[in-house]
């Protein structure tokens, strides 16, 4: 039975896109693997696959008596269910260290970039093995997606060279104008109801006890979401409901670069704890921020502390 190479839930180009590339550098080292999604992609995904023609990966969300290798997180609340009762063989990631123990060893390649497809990047170059076009091609998508295009804090020099090496592999000329097209796919809002977008890009955490929950929705201009705002406002109140202390949902402006951040909690304080602008559940502007992982999930951490 092959290995089952799997990121987090509510899937992500990177999730996805490194799945599949790390399965294809599993196999080539003699261990047979497969990607799998825990869920449907998103259209950005759908974008990125059907523009190399790769195939969707099967949805899988059980691990039971499965070998495992996770890609993209190490968070218990964003990875396949019953972990424990299958076996992880290895990790390939670029977020803060998570939850996730293990009974035997394994394989860490968790490092501080801006993208699981840099550190995969490096893996291919360790293990001499050639990154198939297509999927350096996903693979470029995911490091231009993840990083903003480069704009994010949390992208590194090393993503700049990943992409650079893998758009020559993939025979891409211009690779911003890439960027641009796969965001202007990413911010297509109509049509998608309000549930749709706020689970597009969506991950619990556990934060000193307390469960919250953080969205976040990239567009290449906010004014995109204005008639929307309502309707996501009335939908994070529901998903709070359902025995979260807060959600929160980023609306990402990736040219203006910063995050319009929409807020239901039952302690809007946490906000100011975290960001310095008061509000009593109002939506706040948090200029420059356009990281979940980097600036806004530590924040939050620090301020369920104390
Ligand atoms: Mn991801
Ligand atoms: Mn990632």
Known sequence: MAILVVGHKNPDTDTVASAIGAADLYSK????????????????????????????PE?????????????????????????????LLAVVDHHKLGDITTAGPLEMWVWPVGCSATVLKSMYDFYN????????GIMLC???SDTVMFKSVTCTDADKAAV?????????????????EMFKVKSAVDGASA??????????FDMSGNKVGI??????????????????????????????????LLLTDIMKEGSEML???????????????????????????MSRKKQVAPNFIKAFEG
Do not use: C
């Not at 093995?129 to 350096?136: F, G, H």
């Not at 549930?195 to 619990?204: A, G, H, N, P």
């Open 29 to 56: 080292r003699g261990m047979e693997a497969k990607a799998v999604t825990q869920g449907e992609i998103a259209p950005e995904t759908a974008f990125v696959l059907g523009k190399f023609g790769v195939a969707v």
């Open 59 to 87: 949805i899988v969300t059980d691990a039971t008596d499965k070998q495992i290798i996770l890609v993209d997180h190490t968070d218990i609340s964003q990875t396949i269910d019953n972990l424990d009762k299958g076996e």
């Open 129 to 136: 093995v050639e990154i198939p076009a297509n999927i350096a």
């Open 142 to 144: 995911a490091i231009l």
């Open 164 to 180: 650079e090496a893998l758009a020559k592999i993939a025979g891409v000329s211009d690779v911003m104008a890439l960027g641009m």
């Open 195 to 204: 549930s749709e977008l706020v689970f597009r890009d969506y991950k619990d």
């Open 215 to 248: 969205g976040q929705l990239e567009v290449v201009d906010l004014s995109m979401l204005d008639a929307h705002k309502a309707a996501l406002q009335a939908e994070i109140e529901k998903v709070k409901a359902e025995g979260r202390h807060s959600v929160f």
């Open 263 to 289: 807020i239901a909690s039952d302690d809007p304080a946490v906000v100011e704890k975290a960001f310095g602008i008061a509000t009593k559940g109002e939506p706040v502007w948090l200029d420059g921020v």
